[in-house]
């Protein structure tokens, strides 16, 4: 990663190096694809830094964003954010975190950032640290709420005190995550926004699915709610017993032994051949085409909840869980574009779906209402000239400080 501007010269686009600690394709290295391709060129250089290898490399390669991985080490790698508040002392006491600093700091350098922008929580430290040894401002994105009930406390602490006190700004993806961020000085609201292709031409290009399929698509973790809706599904079928269901998602960072909890229980309530498991996909439009009710069960507060504009910019009716950002996407202005749902509650989720499936013609109709609001609040396009403001404004005092030819 090199490219130093010569001394004198009059700045060009605005240099900005992301780092992410993964390469797995979770929902912050998403949103960051999406962003990548919507930025405009003559205002924006993107670089990334990755602390992992995997599939978001070639993603990032392909869009055009030149990518280096600098491998984190066993200490930090595969930890997700439940291990955060005991990874603080391995991230930075470890003599392989160290190293990883100094590394990212000599890419840094080279590279001429006018900005660097962390886009993960891990990252967010390795970033700082890295970047304040090269005098270049950060700008943090925050996918996660930053509260107990998402995070361990001393990682909210520690998380809280350095957004404070690190970044030059701060972009939160909802006004919930936003609200977990008391402080911050220079804090901006960026929700994540949807790809071109994401989205259907009109509502009325939906093809309604002949059976009835109830799905979950998003990666198998305690936080996005799989079990609560196989614990759904007796309820369901009581009333529809030609339903079936579907999980799509794969199990990312260490959710593995939650994985086997929901295969347990599929087994345990006799759902086999009913609840299908279909692990990760590449085509998520196409998974959520074949839904009759797309659902969010969160049994926490999503910070945002993508899935839910995914489906609505492909007219599937969407039942979620009425907490942290979600009620952003499905109920502005006082007006429900969903069936929202107590989190945590598979009676509740149930009942929520019985709602989209009893009564199809209103479903359609939220399902409308949905895809015209959320095709016009949430195109990347927005996301990426918001998000670009925000590296501008804090990248201004050191561009203002470079000499300009005469």
């Known amino acids: 990663m090199t490219g130093r501007r010569r001394r004198g010269a009059r700045p060009g686009p605005l240099r900005v190096v992301v780092v992410d600690h993964t390469a797995s394709l979770g929902g912050g290295e998403l949103a960051l694809l999406r962003l990548a391709t919507e930025l405009d060129p003559e205002r924006v250089e993107l670089r990334a830094v990755l602390l992992d290898d995997g599939p978001l490399v070639a993603r990032l390669r392909a869009a055009g964003v030149p990518t280096v991985v600098v491998p984190a080490g066993p200490r930090t790698r595969g930890m997700d954010r439940h291990a955060l508040a005991g990874s603080w002392r391995a ?15 000599g890419l840094l350098r080279g590279s001429g950032a006018d900005v660097v922008h962390t886009n993960s929580l891990r990252a967010d430290v390795v970033g700082l640290l ?19 009930d998402y995070l361990p406390a001393a990682a909210v602490r520690v998380l809280r005190a350095l957004a404070r006190r690190g970044p030059r700004a701060v972009v939160a993806n ?3 995550t936003a609200r977990t961020l008391p402080g911050v000085r220079d804090l901006t609201v960026v929700h994540p926004g949807f790809a071109p292709d994401q989205a259907l031409p009109s509502f009325e290009a939906r093809v309604v699915p002949d059976r009835k399929v109830v799905g979950l698509v998003g990666r198998l973790s305690p936080t996005k709610g799989q079990l609560e809706l196989v614990r759904a599904a007796p309820a369901v079928l009581d009333r529809h017993p030609d339903a079936r269901f579907r999980l799509v998602g794969g199990a990312l960072f260490g959710a593995d032994g939650y994985a086997d ?9 006799g759902l ?11 085509a998520p439009a196409a998974e959520i085409d074949r839904l009759s009710v797309c659902v969010h069960a969160s049994p926490v507060p999503e910070p945002f909840g993508q899935v839910v504009v995914e489906a609505a910019v492909r007219g599937v009716p969407v ?4 907490a942290g950002g979600v009620p952003e996407i499905l109920r502005p202005q006082g007006r429900d574009l969903g ?18 499936l009893d009564d199809p013609g209103a479903a359609q109709q939220r399902a409308r209402a ?37």
């Open 174 to 176: 909802s006004r919930a």
């Open 339 to 356: 069936v929202l749902v107590a989190p945590g509650d598979a009676a509740a989720l149930a009942a929520g779906v019985l709602a989209v």
């Open 261 to 269: 909890a929901v295969a347990n229980e599929i087994g345990r309530l």
């Open 370 to 406: 949905a895809y015209d609001d959320t095709t016009r609040r949430f195109p990347a396009r927005e996301t990426a000239r918001a998000v670009t403001a925000v590296w501008e404004r804090a990248a201004a005092p050191r561009r203002r400080r470079r000499p300009r030819p005469a």
């Open 130 to 148: 890295a970047a304040r040894w090269c005098r270049v401002p950060v700008v943090w994105s925050v996918h996660d709420r930053i509260a107990t």
């Open 319 to 322: 039942v979620a869980t009425d």
């Open 272 to 282: 086999r051949g009913v609840v299908e498991v279909v692990g990760f996909s590449d």
């Open 91 to 105: 991230l930075l006491a470890a003599g392989d975190a160290a190293r990883l600093v100094v590394r990212v700091a």
